[in-house]
């Protein structure tokens, strides 16, 4: 009786172990078994071994392919298109949010893909100024700084000309090439400034601003001005984004009634209108998109396009907000700068920006950086179709990340914008997508109650602030490494992994221009 007993405590004993392995219990809690989801249906053929080989026999069939020709003409044309905070995740999840993992965001199919480092000289996460210093002229400055070298500190009252760097639309420019500059940001936001204009602070957009910093306007010129007046930013054949109240003084009103920002009484928008005509050349103006479709490209020379007094709205809102026929999307923009660029039998150089991705990141709005992304991707899918592979090279990448993640564990092609099926240890569900920090904190924790339960919230709402950990007015850029992908001639060059600044350095050796043509490298 002793002895059986003692036989069934053992056993007992035993099981109590394997129940509490901690081992075990690690791995449940790592990779749960999650209940499948009634709403999923796999497809076919994605079932079936050969569908997998087949694919990937494609796939590699197209790299060879690839790497046995090598596309080394010389680039009559450059496109950049920048996605501003377009993080790796904001790729992946926008992939999601067409309808499937499987789906490839336009860009993602072209041949050569590789990674930038973004950090600036003085500060490992950078902004929008620094790294547009960076991509655009070949050089890493300060944070917070635009077109000047690491020598100017942000805030300098005065800067020399010698710290001045040049960008590829200068070099693009000095070779005969036009240039254009397309943007749903104000075209004198940091993303499209690095074009054209030298600048110790970002935020010098205009006057009033300089002298807020307490720096003097008759030292020190304005970003509005210098697009306007300093001869890059006056040869710059297309000009389009927002902004308009940046141009024009406190005491005149745009076209819709709303007052300028300026303090020094000017209206820079009718002084690039005379000196065009000074210039003898036809510079058109034009503020909404009807403006847009009714300029006869084949008459203009210049062509300025200003259609908001601030940033261009989100490119969900201009669908949820009825703006579709008041102002231009990014691809009608692209469009059209193309079309006008495209006259010049030298070539051009085009940067074109899709800046609010990273305005919407920053408020925890994914939703609208993801519909900003796919928008993005459909003016680059234009932009490739209008143009040839042979002689048009196109680069797509970003600036800077941010500080969203894809995590927990949804079903495949479960809506991205939605709760994760798995609940917290807290019992409560959580979002797919959230951010280490920013306004979406207030969606997240309560003071009183603790974790917010978002059972009955509408997570795809374009207005919802996805969860976010630390509370902040609004969320931080990353620090990490953004994507680089390129199609056309020397798109092979952009492979593996290398400083931002290379890219610039790139781009002109596939187009023969500036400090890094073909000739000018064999002199080093």
Known sequence: MVKSCLILCFIALLVIQVRSDP?????QAQHPRLQ?????????EELDTRFWHDKAQ????????????????RAKNVILFLGDGMSV?????TRAFMGDSNKQVFFEKFPYLGLSKTYAVNERTPDSATTATA????????????????????????????????????????????????TTARVTHASPAGVYAHVAERNWE??????????????NTDIARQLVEWPVGQELRVIMGGGRSYFRDQSHHDETGVSGLRTDGRDLISDWQEIKKQQGAEGKYVWSLKGLKETDL??????????DTSHLPYHGDRRRTHYEDAEPSLSDMTETAIKMLSKNDEGYFLFVESGRIDMAHHDTNAKKALEDTEEFAAAIELARKMTDEEDTLIVVTSDHSHTMSINGYPYRRQNILSLAPNLADDELPFTILSYANGPGFDDTYSSKDGRIDLSHADTTNADFAFQATVPLSSETHGAEDVGVFASGPFEHLFTGNYEQSSIPA???YAANIGPFAKDKINEQ
Not at 23 to 27: G, H, I, L, N, R
């Open 506 to 508: 790139m781009m002109a």
């Open 135 to 182: 991509y655009l002229t070949g050089v890493k400055a300060n944070y917070g700084t635009i077109g000047v070298n690491a020598q100017v500190q942000r805030g300098d009252c005065v800067t020399n000309s010698s710290t001045h760097v040049q960008s590829i639309g200068q070099w693009a420019q000095e070779a005969g090439k036009w240039a254009g500059v397309v």
């Open 23 to 27: 081992a075990d219990d690690q791995e």
């Open 58 to 73: 494609s796939i590699l069939a197209d790299k060879l392919a690839s790497h046995r020709k090598l596309n080394e003409n």
């Open 89 to 93: 995740h904001t790729i992946a999840a």
């Open 206 to 219: 205009h006057d009033g601003e300089i002298i807020s910093s307490k720096c003097s306007p008759d030292l």
């Open 298 to 307: 084949s008459k203009t020379d210049y062509l300025l396009g200003l259609f």
């Open 36 to 44: 499948s989801s009634r709403d999923f249906e796999a497809l076919d």
